[in-house]
């Protein structure tokens, strides 16, 4: 069984930047699928991004798109969400998954991932 942490989040000021960690622990795989979602305030949970591999292909959605980085320090088992020029609209519980459907496109659901972490809140005042 894989244990995913997630931490780093907090409350900014919209231009604000956080840097959201999460970390792997049991048997773990660089191999892995790795993702970040998020659960605002009356929404549903969205995809926001996600790495194939250790150095594989990266996704995100159009709404983080240029602001937001995903990255892997695989030696420490973590995951990163650098997040820059934070909106309002971001403010949510951000999660992280992982799991071993890239090629299956499901990494962009959460039905792709097999594991997933407690959530850190990410709040932005305007």
């Known amino acids: 069984q894989v244990q995913l942490v997630e931490s780093g989040g907090g409350l900014v000021q919209a231009g604000d930047s956080l840097r959201l960690s999460c970390a792997a622990s049991?048997?773990?795989?660089?191999?892995?699928?790795m993702g970040w979602f998020r659960r605002a305030p009356g929404k549903e949970r969205e995809f926001v991004a996600a790495?194939?591999?250790?150095?594989?292909?990266?996704d995100y959605a159009d709404s983080v798109k240029g602001r937001f980085t995903i990255s892997r320090d695989n030696a420490k088992n973590t995951m990163y969400l650098q997040m820059n020029s934070l909106k309002p609209e971001d403010t949510a519980v951000y999660y992280c998954?992982?799991?071993?459907?890239?090629?299956?496109?499901?990494?962009?659901?959460?039905?792709?991932?097999?594991?997933w972490g407690q959530g850190t809140q990410v709040t932005v005042s305007s």
């Open positions: 790495n194939g591999w250790s150095t594989g292909p990266t």
């Open positions: 998954g992982a799991g071993t459907q890239w090629y299956s496109g499901r990494y962009r659901t959460s039905s792709g991932y097999d594991y």
């Open positions: 049991g048997r773990a795989s660089a191999n892995y699928v």
